[in-house]
């Protein structure tokens, strides 16, 4: 996910002054543009249901909706354990983490939250960051800053917060075709021996929902002596047999120098990490100003977090649900005709193709159905190729999956758009 379009910069009128006047009609033009081509963001204003997942309260609409597309994909952001443990914490320790890690802010929780999370990875250790954008952005950014020639080899459709954490680091970048190996070597074997060199890349990739081919990248990774950089944001707590993530599945975490992921998403929370060796994170941790000169998260999100991953690495009946979701979704819209990609993971982009399209069904799913799908386009992804992208998950029933199938059939056929045939 690329996220932002890009631009030219905002000019001051050739032989003006500037004044205070000049600059919100810069900041208007450039708002122009977006409304212009269709890629200006709507937030759409929701009340989450805890207890009632996926229910949401849609302001905009005036009504209860079902959320298909939330990245808490497990429901873990109302469980009752997480929510326990943060009520507890909240109560014993209060709202803040009262400083940065260093001065004051380093709370019990964060500390057995990051044993935890290098235990979940096979890992010496692992660092907390207040968000995974920021452990991509801080991590990356040090690393690769901080090694004299360092050269760093980035998937095509790496996310913007590794992107901006490479460009922060000065660091030369190549950018490889997406989870292609032929073009991955052919850019390690121009670059001399002697150079320091990572290759960053993600495991399931959140447009697509593809995998990257985690093995074959270590093995040439080893063959030209690169550290590997793995984001696993869309899969750690999903897969492998404690919810490690697609390396914990293939068995090759040990493979990796670095794997990042995120406490908002499947684990439900907020906040970010790495897991690596001991030199390594400390190594960020006492180099990286992102980290180093932020206030640390608060400690009964620590507490929170800490109670998911527990969870998670112990109990499989979210991944099971997850799964069982999965397959009756892209069941029903196989039978319904509905095209869609037909991913290795749990993300199911239905694929509508043109920007004002994905954008009238989304809303016309919203105010007619219920079902709340926001419209993927550019520049999240490729034009031509917009999109629902849909995340079911263990508390979506199969009553909530044939209404909202059969609401995507109805307007499919009130649009005229293309079904595949039926299976
Ligand atoms: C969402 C996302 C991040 C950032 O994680 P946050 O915890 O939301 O900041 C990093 N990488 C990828 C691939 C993501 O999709």
């Not at 690495?313 to 979210?318: G, K, L, P, V």
Request: with cysteine; charged share 20%.
């Amino acid at each position: 996910m690329t996220g932002s379009a890009p631009s030219a910069p905002l000019s001051v009128p050739p032989g003006s002054a500037p004044n205070n006047a000049t600059y919100d009609p810069l900041f208007q033009a450039a708002l122009d543009g977006l409304h212009a081509d269709g890629s200006y963001r709507y937030f759409a204003e929701l009340e989450r249901r805890a207890g009632n997942f996926p229910q949401a309260f849609h302001h905009g609409a005036g009504r209860d909706v079902t959320v298909w597309c939330s990245n808490d994909y497990l429901g873990m952001g109302q469980h009752p354990l997480v929510q326990a443990a943060m009520h507890k914490a909240l109560d014993e320790t209060g709202a803040g983490a009262g400083g940065t890690r260093n001065i004051s802010g380093t709370h019990h929780y964060h500390v057995e939250l990051e044993k935890e999370l290098a235990a979940l990875h096979g890992k010496e250790s692992a660092l907390l960051f207040n968000s995974g954008y920021l452990s991509n952005w801080v991590t990356l950014g040090t690393i690769a800053g901080r090694l004299k020639d360092c050269v760093v080899l980035s998937d095509a459709l790496n996310h913007a917060s590794m992107i901006e954490g490479i460009r922060h680091s000065r660091a030369e970048k190549r950018i490889f075709r997406h989870n292609d190996l032929q073009d991955l070597e052919r850019h390690l074997k121009e670059l001399p021996p002697d150079v320091p060199k990572i290759i960053a890349f993600e495991s399931v990739y959140s447009m697509d929902g593809d995998i990257a081919p985690i093995e074959e990248i270590c093995d040439l990774a080893d063959k030209y002596g690169a550290m590997t950089y793995l984001d696993e944001v869309h899969a750690v707590g999903m897969y492998g047999a404690q919810g490690g993530g697609i390396a914990q599945e293939r068995g090759l975490e040990h493979r990796l120098t670095v794997i990042e992921g995120t406490l908002g998403k499947g684990f439900g929370v907020v906040g970010g990490y790495i897991a690596a060796s001991r030199a390594l994170c400390d190594f960020v941790r006492s180099f990286g100003s992102g980290f180093i000169f932020s206030t640390a998260l608060p400690p009964m999100i620590a507490a929170g977090v800490l109670a998911s991953v527990r969870h998670l690495r112990a109990s499989a009946t979210e991944r099971e649900g997850q799964k069982r979701a999965v397959a009756y979704l892209r069941r029903r819209l196989d039978e319904a005709g509905l095209p869609y990609i037909d991913s290795p993971s749990h993300i199911v982009p239905v694929m509508v193709g043109d920007a004002k399209t994905c954008r009238a069904l989304s809303d016309e799913l919203l105010t007619r159905f219920g079902h709340y799908l926001q419209p993927i386009n550019y520049p999240t992804v490729p034009r031509g190729t917009e999109r629902l992208r849909l995340t079911p998950g263990p508390l979506h029933t199969e009553a909530q999956i044939d209404d909202l199938v059969a609401a995507l059939a109805t307007l499919w056929r009130e649009k005229g758009l293309a079904l595949r045939p039926a299976a």
